[in-house]
């Protein structure tokens, strides 16, 4: 069987581990059963950081698909995994979550989809760590998420058709764990109230279509603000692309990507160019133009 498993944007801001949206940007898996039952598993890589991605049973992808047959019960098959990798690691994107996903939906179709899309979801979230990532991988789309005595509920809007995001891909790795690391255990009473008007403000202006307030409703007071340290030219990436016609500024996830929103109308490679040349100054980076969807897995069996 085949997979496409898209790349995710979380937090998106204020939206602290429980927003995220699914972005154009796929992971993709390759799974052949072997009649050869004299080994368990043999993994190939290639593509962005192949050569980080494990190649034994630590393996994302692997792991997962071994607990869906440990849950179900079922003898583990030997098998051949494909991976061609398109979202760099520990860059904020949703990498971890594609192969978790990935390898539990493998899992479940063979062992005959005994689990639920939701057993599925929340099996993820445990492996991940948090939802904010696996929902929209899973589901596409716009997600609210949360969990409630455990499990995972989260709500599915449709993305935005008419923004792009782009994406400013710094050569610095940052895992999520490094990046917790610096956040405060408390803050005070004025930036968690800032902060909730902000998530308010910010699905209100998605789900109204009224952008103008996407660069107000962006502002986080939870964990950018402390995680600039670890990526010093935060503010300074965010001050071109917000002078650059962007509508609103974030950290992906906990970096090191940021992502910036646009008007779709308002890419055009001269503005492209503009803000590339200014960010030569601050950052080595790539930068790509995403879309955001509303598919999450792709399978073909």
Not at 33 to 41: C, E, G, S
Not at 177 to 186: G, M, Q
Not at 197 to 216: D, H, M, P, Q, T
């Amino acid at each position: 069987m085949k997979l496409k498993l898209p790349a995710t944007t979380a937090n998106l801001g204020p939206g602290f581990d429980c927003l995220g949206a699914a972005l154009s940007l796929y992971n993709e898996f390759e799974v052949k059963v072997l009649n050869d039952n004299t080994k368990k598993v043999e993994i190939f890589t290639e593509g962005i950081d192949a050569e980080l991605i494990p190649k034994d049973e630590t393996n994302h992808f692997y792991y997962a698909l071994k607990k869906v047959f440990e849950i179900t019960k079922n003898k583990l098959l030997s098998l051949e995994i494909y991976i061609k990798n398109n979202i760099p690691l520990q860059r904020g994107l949703g990498s971890s979550a594609t192969a978790y996903v990935g390898g539990l939906v493998a899992g479940n179709i063979l062992c005959g989809e005994v689990l639920s899309e939701y057993e599925l979801v929340n099996l993820a979230a445990e492996l991940e760590g948090h939802p904010d990532n696996v929902v929209p991988c899973m589901f596409g789309g716009f997600c609210i998420t949360t969990k409630i005595d455990k499990k995972v509920k989260f709500i599915k809007f449709p993305a935005p058709k008419d923004l792009s995001v782009l994406v400013i891909i710094p050569d610095k790795k940052i895992s999520t764990e490094y990046a917790r690391k610096v956040l405060p255990k408390k803050i005070g009473f004025n930036d968690a109230v800032s902060n909730v008007s902000n998530v308010a403000l910010l699905v209100g202006s998605i789900l109204s279509k009224k952008y103008e307030f996407l660069r107000y409703a962006t502002v986080d007071f939870l964990h950018q603000p402390y995680r600039k340290k670890l990526m010093p030219w935060m503010e300074s990436v965010f001050r071109i692309c917000l002078e650059n016609k962007s509508l609103g500024c974030v950290l992906s996830g906990s970096g090191s990507t940021i992502a910036a929103f646009y008007r779709k109308k308002d890419i055009n490679e001269n503005l492209l160019d503009s803000v590339q040349l200014k960010l030569k100054k601050y950052i080595n980076c790539e930068i790509k133009i995403l879309s955001f969807v509303n598919k999450g897995v792709i399978t073909k069996e």
